[in-house]
């Protein structure tokens, strides 16, 4: 069964889209099963990962909206190792469409629910709001993972995405966590940026990764060939950041895993 994450921040050009791709083509190359999901109407996940964004059969639209099996709309491009289930445009008509309609917040899930066990994470590319496409993400997620700059506003707009993910746990997915706050475009030099990082520690603890995602023009520049950094240039510093971060996200997993396991075995010695 996948574990799907929703990359979030309704804060934009925060690193979201460019996480996104990134690390579902970092655990793809470790041969983790992944599958992308891009939610955002700016199809930037899409075209990243080198598929033509207007000329899809499906996409996330189609499945939200009921017009088609999740699994018909799931492509598998040849120059990758990740799954991409597209986005485009028509998710704008999809979020009009949805407006009004009972259990709208829960299409997504209910469509992941039946290709899951074919994956091992799922990313969820979400768009710079928290509108009723994130909570379609949100209401499908395990956890969120939250792509962050380290600059003076940063924090404030954690604050309410904080709330908005307790607000979802109370409601509609109690088992929805923060999955992990990751620190983008950092540059060492920017003094601003320390402090900030700093804070976030002290805030988050161990749910700040350790891995940090250095500026690096090579990450800037990879979506305009559709390629994935891994394989737009696998040595840059861009590239080695995101096979790191998928590094600790997969000793992450074991460690929940253990304590998972540990706790059903005292769960059974206790019945
Ligand atoms: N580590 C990085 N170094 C240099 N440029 C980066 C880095 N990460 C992202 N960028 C660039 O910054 C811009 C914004 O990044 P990205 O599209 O990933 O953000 P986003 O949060 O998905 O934006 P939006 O909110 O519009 O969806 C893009 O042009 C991207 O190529
Ligand atoms: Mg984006």
Do not use: W
């Not at 997993?253 to 010695?269: F, I, K, L, M, P």
Request: glycine share 8%; with cysteine.
């Amino acid at each position: 069964m996948a574990r799907i994450i929703a990359v979030a921040n309704q804060k934009g050009g925060v690193g979201k889209t460019t996480t996104a791709i990134n690390l579902s083509a970092a655990l793809g190359v470790t041969q983790r099963r992944v599958l992308l999901v891009d939610m955002d109407p700016q199809g930037n996940a899409t075209t990243g990962a080198g598929v033509d964004k207007d000329d899809v059969e499906y996409s996330v639209c189609d499945i939200l909206l009921g017009t088609c099996e999740c699994r018909d709309a799931i492509l598998s491009p040849e120059h990758v190792k990740f799954d991409v289930l597209p986005g485009n445009g028509d998710l704008t008509a999809a979020e009009v469409k949805l407006m009004g309609q009972r259990g709208r917040e829960r299409r997504l899930a209910d469509a992941l629910a039946t290709i899951a066990d074919n994956y091992d994470y799922i990313y969820i590319d979400c768009p710079p709001a928290l509108n009723v496409l994130t909570l379609n993400a949100f209401v499908a997620a395990n956890g969120v993972l939250i792509p962050m700059q380290c600059e003076y506003y940063a924090l404030e707009g954690l604050s309410s995405l904080v709330r908005t993910i307790r607000q979802v746990q109370s409601s509609v997915n109690a088992g929805l966590e923060i999955e992990g706050i990751l620190r983008t475009m950092f540059d060492g030099r920017n003094k601003l940026g320390h402090e900030v990082s700093a804070q976030l520690i002290e805030h988050f603890g161990s749910k700040v990764y350790r891995t940090i995602i250095p500026r690096n023009i090579r990450l800037a520049e990879a979506p305009s060939f559709g390629q994935p950094i891994v394989y737009y240039d696998k040595s840059s510093r861009g590239s080695i950041a995101h096979l790191a971060l998928a590094g600790e996200i997969i000793r992450r997993e074991s460690t929940r895993q253990d304590s998972d396991d540990a706790t059903t075995a005292a769960a059974a010695e206790t019945a």
